[in-house]
């Protein structure tokens, strides 16, 4: 079990972030256009993490 | 002295078999308060009991020990059952425990308030120390028996929730002496040597309140509230509260609820994260469609249908206008006329010709003018005589300027 945390949580942010940014109001289409294209790669992101998780069961042995 | 000296271990031997044959001593039991309580590397327990004025050496052998479920702790007053037997080695006895009991239920209570209000004045359990849990744990460590129930459901509970999250089991014992210290230290190890754990699980399935007991005990309340990574509780039923529940950051009323708390439902984190992807293609058109809007407002086409609509606009109010104008000149036109009218009819009486109809007559000279008195006319004079109907030419024939008038002469005076 290594640490890599790019976790499902930062890409999930990611793309709630890029998703308030498209919405507020007064945003320039070419930013707008640039939060679309970055949502979407936070949400590559969390499909990936989603689908080719592998869940390890492991039990931690005890030399006392 | 008749007998032969005996050896050392003769004496020891003796004796020992003398105690074991005795028929109390080899079924024994105290009641006594532990003290100078060790437990063995060998995994062998050895402590004392003691009364106010009395000390007896005792021995929990190992192969006994997994079957205490007696919490053991220093000045706890339990009753030890077993057998007095001598160690030859050291010429000493000892009661070889084969069974422990708390002694009196209520004591075990009236430890867990005492410990309760000291850890509570201590501030472990202030709600300002709760770390939050990770919404989206990574590994979730669980600290509990390997082969109890509790372990089986939380593992199924994940399984079935969550086919992303790591789990790392920690074997430890949850019930008897060691119990609590090996809780306490698992939680230790976890935060010392697992940093990429992100919330750990510590409990067991019901028992009786000496079973729980372990979660009841210092230790473990203090490394809950140690480690850095958050803890639940999850001890027995519903009904169990422990001070492990106080002091852990959220406490599960079952290990089922607990592994529930402890990890999202990955699908509804796929729904969740198609639901932003949707939204977000959507907010983008809606941006795209406003931009388009307000370029369709500025157009040249949209700018002449708006003067057109304009016009139309204009036109209809001047329309109107227009009617309303003539209206009111009708009205006026009208009432115009209906005082012509009136004024007619006035005239029309105060009219001479009405007068002529009665049966007067107007003389008018040659130059036209009335003539109102005699002394405007001349003898053979021409005079036209206009009647109600129809007029004639005369000549005057005589002109009487003082005669009376008709009038005065054939009407009755009044003054007379």
Known sequence: MGKKKSSFEESLKKLEQAGEKLRSTDVPLEEAIESYRKGLEAYQECREILDNAVQEIETLTKEK | MGRAPVKVGQLNQYIGRILKTDPILSDVSVVGEISNLKFHNSGHVYFSLKDQNSRVNCFLPSRVFPQIKCPMEEGMEVVASGYVSVYERGGYYSLNVMDLEVYGIGQLAVQYEELKKKLAAEGLFDADKKKELPPYPEVVAVVTSPTGAAVQDILKIIKGRNHMVNVLICPVLVQGPAAAQDIASAIDELNRDHPEVDVIITGRGGGSMEELW?????AVARSIYRSKIPVISAVGHETDVTIADFVSDVRAETPTAAAQMAVPDTEQ??????????????????????????????????????????????????????????????????????????????????????????????????????????????????????????????????????????????LPSKNR
């Open chain 2, 214 to 218: 372990a979660f009841n005990e210092e």
């Open chain 2, 269 to 410: 984190l796929d729904e969740l994260v198609e639901y932003y992807r949707q939204k977000l293609t959507e907010d983008l058109l809606l941006q795209v469609e406003s931009r388009r809007q307000k370029l369709e407002a500025a157009s040249p086409k949209a700018f002449a249908s708006g003067i057109q609509t304009r016009i139309a606009y204009e036109q209809m109010n001047l329309d109107q206008r227009m009617e309303e104008m003539t209206a009111s000149l009708q009205g006026r036109v009208s009432t115009a006329s209906q005082r012509v009218d009136l004024l007619g009819e006035i005239l029309e009486t105060a009219s001479p010709f009405g007068i002529l109809s009665r049966g007067y007559s107007i003389v008018t000279g040659e130059d036209g003018s009335i003539v109102r008195r005699a002394e405007e006319m001349s003898k053979g004079d021409k005079v036209r005589i206009t009647t109600g109907q129809g007029s004639a030419q005369a000549e005057v024939l005589e002109v009487n300027k003082e005669d009376e008038s008709w009038a005065r002469k054939n």
